[in-house]
T-cell receptor, first 115, second 111 residues
């Protein structure tokens, strides 16, 4: 089962709010990702956790704060966002290893609107 | 780093026609090439992938070809149907386990 679940599916927040996006996978994957996607554009990598440790931060503004409580969970904490941060936020996971093939499986995404 | 070019950006076909989307990559270390389909309002979903030790792979109406020498790979969809309408993304990975995505192709299949 290639299932990555994300909550909430839709989120509207003001620029002074603090909110969190949540992601869960039970495939035993050791890498988890946050991507940001604008309409008809490719997913844009934000963060990568490998074995529960942050391995890549693609120069993301500090108003986005990732957290990996355990190997199955990934959160993205949001604070003081701007309207241009409105987008689809995709969580993803992949199995690492020399024979992994690096297939990335995406969750259904969280649609974020900043007002 | 890897650079993936994808063409065309938009492809319009009649139902029943074939559709071909082409991608080129720059890093000769890349060895894994997935294709994702993203329907409007939904997540990207893996539809087919190919590794560098094979030249072609088929799955029903979908096929992918890989030319390692020329560093390009293509997605072929035969007998297109309206439900094939979506944005298709190619990707390449290998040197880094993080895939690099192409810019996407919006495929429109007219009934």
């Amino acid at each position: 089962d290639t299932e990555v679940t994300q909550t909430p599916k839709h989120l509207v927040m003001g620029m002074t709010n603090k909110k969190s996006l949540k992601c869960e996978q039970h495939m035993g994957h050791r890498a988890m990702y946050w991507y940001k996607q604008k309409a008809k554009k490719p997913p844009e990598l934000m963060f990568v956790y490998s074995y529960e440790k942050l391995s890549i931060n693609e120069s993301v503004p500090s108003r986005f704060s990732p957290e990996c409580p355990n190997s199955s969970l990934l959160n993205l904490h949001l604070h003081a966002l701007q309207p241009e941060d409105s987008a689809l936020y995709l969580c993803a996971s992949s199995q690492q290893g020399p024979s992994s093939g690096n297939t990335i499986y995406f969750g259904e995404g969280s649609w974020l609107t900043v007002v | 780093g890897e650079n993936v070019e994808q063409h065309p950006s938009t492809l319009s076909v009649q139902e029943g026609d074939s559709a071909v989307i082409k991608c080129t990559y720059s890093d000769s270390a890349s060895n894994y090439f997935p294709w994702y389909k993203q329907e409007l309002g939904k997540r990207p979903q893996l539809i087919i992938d190919i590794r560098s030790n094979v030249g072609e792979k088929k799955d029903q109406r979908i096929a992918v070809t890989l030319n390692k020498t020329a560093k390009h790979f293509s997605l072929h969809i035969t007998e297109t149907q309206p439900e094939d309408s979506a944005v298709y993304f190619c990707a390449a990975s290998g040197g880094s386990y993080i895939p690099t995505f192409g810019r996407g192709t919006s495929l429109i299949v007219h009934p």
